[in-house]
Protein backbone atom coordinates (compact mmCIF):
# COMPACT_ATOMS: atom_id res chain seq x y z
CA UNK A 1 0.00 0.00 0.00
CA UNK A 2 1.41 3.28 -0.58
CA UNK A 3 1.23 6.55 1.64
CA UNK A 4 2.41 8.52 -1.26
CA UNK A 5 2.50 9.23 -4.26
CA UNK A 6 3.72 11.37 -7.67
CA UNK A 7 3.31 11.51 -10.56
CA UNK A 8 4.85 13.71 -13.32
CA UNK A 9 6.03 15.80 -10.90
CA UNK A 10 8.69 19.04 -12.14
CA UNK A 11 10.05 22.32 -10.74
CA UNK A 12 11.75 24.58 -12.71
CA UNK A 13 13.46 28.09 -11.66
CA UNK A 14 13.64 30.34 -14.39
CA UNK A 15 15.55 28.25 -17.11
CA UNK A 16 16.45 25.45 -14.86
CA UNK A 17 14.84 22.39 -14.60
CA UNK A 18 15.34 21.25 -10.80
CA UNK A 19 13.15 18.14 -10.80
CA UNK A 20 11.73 16.61 -13.94
CA UNK A 21 8.56 14.48 -14.59
CA UNK A 22 9.43 12.18 -11.86
CA UNK A 23 7.03 9.32 -11.09
CA UNK A 24 7.37 7.10 -7.80
CA UNK A 25 5.54 5.73 -4.79
CA UNK A 26 6.69 5.53 -1.46
CA UNK A 27 5.36 2.45 0.41
CA UNK A 28 4.42 2.81 4.19
CA UNK A 29 6.28 1.99 7.13
CA UNK A 30 9.47 1.71 5.13
CA UNK A 31 12.32 3.56 4.79
CA UNK A 32 12.58 5.29 0.85
CA UNK A 33 16.02 6.87 0.15
CA UNK A 34 16.65 9.78 -2.82
CA UNK A 35 20.41 9.91 -3.43
CA UNK A 36 22.42 11.25 -6.42
CA UNK A 37 24.84 13.78 -7.06
CA UNK A 38 25.11 17.27 -5.54
CA UNK A 39 22.84 19.45 -7.23
CA UNK A 40 20.06 16.72 -8.18
CA UNK A 41 17.61 17.66 -6.96
CA UNK A 42 16.92 16.01 -3.67
CA UNK A 43 16.50 18.98 -1.80
CA UNK A 44 14.01 20.26 -4.33
CA UNK A 45 12.10 17.33 -4.10
CA UNK A 46 11.68 17.48 -0.83
CA UNK A 47 10.89 21.26 -0.44
CA UNK A 48 7.72 19.64 -3.32
CA UNK A 49 7.06 17.13 -1.22
CA UNK A 50 6.09 19.51 2.08
CA UNK A 51 4.71 21.84 0.13
CA UNK A 52 7.39 24.83 0.47
CA UNK A 53 7.78 24.99 -3.30
CA UNK A 54 4.75 24.62 -6.00
CA UNK A 55 5.25 21.96 -8.57
CA UNK A 56 5.50 23.78 -12.04
CA UNK A 57 4.07 20.06 -13.10
CA UNK A 58 2.61 17.17 -11.94
CA UNK A 59 0.81 16.13 -8.99
CA UNK A 60 1.52 14.98 -5.13
CA UNK A 61 -0.76 12.55 -3.38
CA UNK A 62 -0.90 11.47 -0.06
CA UNK A 63 -2.94 8.57 0.61
CA UNK A 64 -5.14 8.88 -2.49
CA UNK A 65 -5.60 12.94 -1.61
CA UNK A 66 -4.19 15.34 -3.97
CA UNK A 67 -2.05 17.94 -1.77
CA UNK A 68 -0.92 19.64 -5.02
CA UNK A 69 -0.76 23.44 -4.76
CA UNK A 70 -1.51 23.38 -0.57
CA UNK A 71 0.19 25.51 1.46
CA UNK A 72 3.07 23.64 4.07
CA UNK A 73 1.02 23.86 7.43
CA UNK A 74 -1.83 21.72 5.48
CA UNK A 75 0.90 18.94 4.01
CA UNK A 76 1.89 19.00 8.05
CA UNK A 77 -1.78 19.01 8.99
CA UNK A 78 -2.04 15.56 6.74
CA UNK A 79 1.20 13.88 8.56
CA UNK A 80 4.33 14.88 6.41
CA UNK A 81 7.29 15.63 9.20
CA UNK A 82 10.81 17.12 7.78
CA UNK A 83 14.00 18.22 8.91
CA UNK A 84 16.45 20.27 6.98
CA UNK A 85 19.87 20.47 5.35
CA UNK A 86 21.40 22.79 7.44
CA UNK A 87 19.84 23.14 11.14
CA UNK A 88 17.11 24.96 11.49
CA UNK A 89 16.94 24.78 15.17
CA UNK A 90 15.93 28.47 17.71
CA UNK A 91 18.70 29.00 20.00
CA UNK A 92 16.75 31.18 22.00
CA UNK A 93 14.21 28.38 23.30
CA UNK A 94 15.44 25.11 25.59
CA UNK A 95 15.59 22.04 23.61
CA UNK A 96 12.74 20.78 24.78
CA UNK A 97 10.67 23.98 23.57
CA UNK A 98 12.08 23.07 20.17
CA UNK A 99 10.45 19.82 20.26
CA UNK A 100 7.43 21.71 21.62
CA UNK A 101 6.70 23.85 18.88
CA UNK A 102 6.07 20.53 16.81
CA UNK A 103 3.43 19.65 19.15
CA UNK A 104 1.79 22.95 19.00
CA UNK A 105 0.54 21.89 15.30
CA UNK A 106 -1.55 19.37 17.29
CA UNK A 107 -2.81 21.96 19.94
CA UNK A 108 -6.80 22.73 20.17
CA UNK A 109 -6.90 25.45 22.53
CA UNK A 110 -9.84 28.06 22.43
CA UNK A 111 -9.22 31.39 22.87
CA UNK A 112 -11.58 32.34 25.95
CA UNK A 113 -9.27 28.78 27.43
CA UNK A 114 -5.99 30.75 26.36
CA UNK A 115 -7.12 34.18 27.58
CA UNK A 116 -8.11 33.31 31.21
CA UNK A 117 -5.84 30.14 31.69
CA UNK A 118 -8.40 27.88 31.99
CA UNK A 119 -7.24 24.81 34.13
CA UNK A 120 -7.70 22.85 31.03
CA UNK A 121 -4.81 24.42 29.54
CA UNK A 122 -2.19 23.89 32.14
CA UNK A 123 -3.37 20.21 31.81
CA UNK A 124 -3.05 19.88 27.68
CA UNK A 125 0.29 21.69 28.72
CA UNK A 126 1.63 19.32 31.23
CA UNK A 127 1.32 16.68 28.55
CA UNK A 128 2.26 18.16 25.47
CA UNK A 129 5.56 18.20 27.61
CA UNK A 130 5.72 15.04 28.86
CA UNK A 131 5.15 13.49 25.49
CA UNK A 132 8.03 15.86 23.84
CA UNK A 133 10.41 14.46 26.92
CA UNK A 134 9.13 10.92 25.99
CA UNK A 135 10.12 11.78 22.28
CA UNK A 136 13.32 13.01 23.37
CA UNK A 137 14.66 10.21 25.04
CA UNK A 138 13.06 8.08 21.81
CA UNK A 139 16.16 10.18 19.69
CA UNK A 140 18.41 9.40 22.40
CA UNK A 141 18.39 12.97 23.92
CA UNK A 142 17.13 11.69 27.37
CA UNK A 143 20.73 13.72 28.73
CA UNK A 144 19.42 16.70 27.23
CA UNK A 145 15.85 17.33 27.87
CA UNK A 146 16.88 20.28 30.66
CA UNK A 147 19.26 22.03 28.23
CA UNK A 148 19.31 24.84 26.62
CA UNK A 149 19.65 24.12 23.10
CA UNK A 150 22.90 26.34 22.14
CA UNK A 151 24.89 24.00 25.14
CA UNK A 152 23.73 20.96 22.52
CA UNK A 153 26.60 19.05 20.30
CA UNK A 154 25.97 19.48 16.63
CA UNK A 155 25.51 16.07 16.29
CA UNK A 156 22.50 16.14 19.36
CA UNK A 157 21.09 19.32 17.32
CA UNK A 158 20.23 16.90 14.39
CA UNK A 159 18.27 14.50 16.76
CA UNK A 160 16.74 17.57 18.35
CA UNK A 161 15.51 18.04 14.74
CA UNK A 162 13.69 15.09 14.34
CA UNK A 163 12.08 14.83 18.04
CA UNK A 164 10.52 17.75 16.76
CA UNK A 165 9.24 16.94 13.79
CA UNK A 166 8.18 13.75 15.41
CA UNK A 167 6.53 16.37 17.68
CA UNK A 168 3.93 16.87 15.21
CA UNK A 169 2.64 13.33 14.92
CA UNK A 170 3.87 12.43 11.17
CA UNK A 171 3.03 9.04 9.08
CA UNK A 172 5.70 10.31 6.67
CA UNK A 173 8.76 12.01 7.94
CA UNK A 174 11.66 13.59 5.65
CA UNK A 175 15.15 13.48 6.37
CA UNK A 176 17.69 15.44 4.40
CA UNK A 177 21.09 14.61 5.10
CA UNK A 178 20.27 13.49 8.91
CA UNK A 179 23.77 12.17 9.22
CA UNK A 180 25.87 15.29 7.87
CA UNK A 181 28.70 16.30 9.63
CA UNK A 182 28.19 13.36 11.78
CA UNK A 183 31.72 10.99 13.34
CA UNK A 184 30.97 7.05 12.47
CA UNK A 185 29.44 6.37 16.11
CA UNK A 186 26.75 9.18 15.79
CA UNK A 187 26.23 8.05 12.08
CA UNK A 188 25.51 4.29 13.62
CA UNK A 189 22.60 5.80 16.18
CA UNK A 190 20.95 7.49 13.13
CA UNK A 191 21.02 4.45 11.37
CA UNK A 192 19.64 2.73 14.44
CA UNK A 193 17.03 5.36 15.20
CA UNK A 194 15.93 5.42 11.33
CA UNK A 195 15.16 1.84 12.01
CA UNK A 196 13.70 2.22 14.89
CA UNK A 197 11.30 4.83 13.67
CA UNK A 198 10.53 2.36 10.33
CA UNK A 199 9.25 -0.33 13.35
CA UNK A 200 7.24 1.95 14.90
CA UNK A 201 5.23 2.55 11.46
CA UNK A 202 6.57 5.47 10.51
CA UNK A 203 7.19 6.37 6.70
CA UNK A 204 10.67 7.44 6.54
CA UNK A 205 12.36 9.52 3.26
CA UNK A 206 15.44 9.73 3.60
CA UNK A 207 18.12 11.85 1.55
CA UNK A 208 22.06 11.10 2.29
CA UNK A 209 25.19 11.31 0.96
CA UNK A 210 26.45 8.49 3.31
CA UNK A 211 25.97 5.63 1.14
CA UNK A 212 27.03 3.18 3.69
CA UNK A 213 24.13 4.25 5.96
CA UNK A 214 21.96 4.45 2.50
CA UNK A 215 22.74 0.81 1.51
CA UNK A 216 22.20 -0.15 4.89
CA UNK A 217 18.98 1.14 6.20
CA UNK A 218 16.78 1.50 2.77
CA UNK A 219 13.88 -0.65 1.56
CA UNK A 220 13.68 0.92 -1.72
CA UNK A 221 15.94 4.09 -3.46
CA UNK A 222 15.17 6.43 -5.89
CA UNK A 223 18.16 7.90 -7.73
CA UNK A 224 18.08 11.25 -9.12
CA UNK A 225 20.85 12.93 -11.48
CA UNK A 226 20.03 16.18 -13.01
CA UNK A 227 16.54 16.24 -11.77
CA UNK A 228 15.60 13.07 -13.68
CA UNK A 229 14.98 9.79 -12.33
CA UNK A 230 18.31 7.55 -13.01
CA UNK A 231 17.06 4.45 -11.57
CA UNK A 232 15.24 3.30 -8.68
CA UNK A 233 15.26 -0.15 -6.73
CA UNK A 234 16.26 -2.05 -3.77
CA UNK A 235 20.40 -1.23 -2.93
CA UNK A 236 21.94 -4.38 -4.26
CA UNK A 237 19.94 -3.44 -7.54
CA UNK A 238 20.90 0.34 -7.53
CA UNK A 239 24.41 -0.96 -6.71
CA UNK A 240 25.23 -2.57 -9.69
CA UNK A 241 23.53 -0.45 -11.65
CA UNK A 242 25.77 1.18 -14.29
CA UNK A 243 24.04 4.65 -14.90
CA UNK A 244 24.49 4.78 -11.12
CA UNK A 245 27.65 4.17 -11.29
CA UNK A 246 28.46 6.29 -14.00
CA UNK A 247 26.63 9.07 -12.59
CA UNK A 248 28.83 8.94 -9.28
CA UNK A 249 32.52 8.18 -11.10
CA UNK A 250 32.04 9.22 -14.21
CA UNK A 251 31.92 7.20 -17.42
CA UNK A 252 33.98 4.43 -17.64
CA UNK A 253 33.86 3.57 -14.11
CA UNK A 254 31.41 0.95 -14.14
CA UNK A 255 33.11 -1.67 -13.29
CA UNK A 256 32.13 -3.63 -9.36
CA UNK A 257 32.63 -0.22 -7.74
CA UNK A 258 29.30 1.27 -5.31
CA UNK A 259 28.24 4.93 -5.38
CA UNK A 260 30.30 6.80 -3.41
CA UNK A 261 29.63 10.44 -1.94
CA UNK A 262 29.80 12.53 -5.10
CA UNK A 263 29.82 15.19 -7.43
CA UNK A 264 29.20 16.06 -11.28
N1 LIG B 1 15.33 28.31 -4.95
C1 LIG B 1 16.06 28.03 -6.03
N2 LIG B 1 16.23 28.92 -7.05
C2 LIG B 1 16.96 28.62 -8.14
N3 LIG B 1 17.58 27.44 -8.33
C3 LIG B 1 17.47 26.52 -7.35
C4 LIG B 1 16.70 26.75 -6.16
N4 LIG B 1 16.76 25.65 -5.38
C5 LIG B 1 17.53 24.77 -6.05
N5 LIG B 1 17.94 25.28 -7.23
C6 LIG B 1 18.77 24.59 -8.23
O1 LIG B 1 18.15 23.34 -8.46
C7 LIG B 1 19.15 22.32 -8.60
C8 LIG B 1 18.91 21.24 -7.57
O2 LIG B 1 19.26 21.74 -6.28
P1 LIG B 1 18.99 20.91 -4.94
O3 LIG B 1 19.35 21.81 -3.80
O4 LIG B 1 17.62 20.38 -4.96
O5 LIG B 1 20.05 19.72 -5.08
P2 LIG B 1 20.47 18.59 -4.04
O6 LIG B 1 20.35 17.29 -4.76
O7 LIG B 1 19.73 18.74 -2.76
O8 LIG B 1 22.03 18.91 -3.83
P3 LIG B 1 22.97 18.69 -2.53
O9 LIG B 1 23.35 17.23 -2.52
O10 LIG B 1 24.17 19.55 -2.81
O11 LIG B 1 22.21 19.13 -1.32
C9 LIG B 1 20.49 23.01 -8.51
O12 LIG B 1 20.92 23.31 -9.82
C10 LIG B 1 20.17 24.26 -7.72
O13 LIG B 1 21.08 25.29 -8.03
MG1 LIG C 1 20.25 19.13 -0.84
Sequence with gaps: MSLLHVEQLGKEFG????????????????VFSIIGPNGAGKTTLLNLLTGVYVPSTGRI??????LTGRA?????ACGIARTFQNLQVFFNMSALENVMVGRYLRERCSLPAALFRFPSLGRAEGAARAECEELMRFVGLGAYV???????PYGALKRLEIARALATRPRLLLLDE????????ETLEIDALISKLADSG?????????????MGVSDHILVLDYGKQLAEGTA???RRDPKVIEAYLGAGAAGDAAPAQGAH
Excluded at 178 to 185: D, M, R, S
Excluded at 204 to 213: A, I, P, S
Design 178 to 185: PAAGLNPI
Design 15 to 30: GVRAVADLQFSIPAAK
Design 236 to 238: DEV
Design 72 to 76: PYEFA
Design 61 to 66: LFEQRD
Design 202 to 214: ITVVLVEHNMRLV
Design 146 to 152: AASSDAM
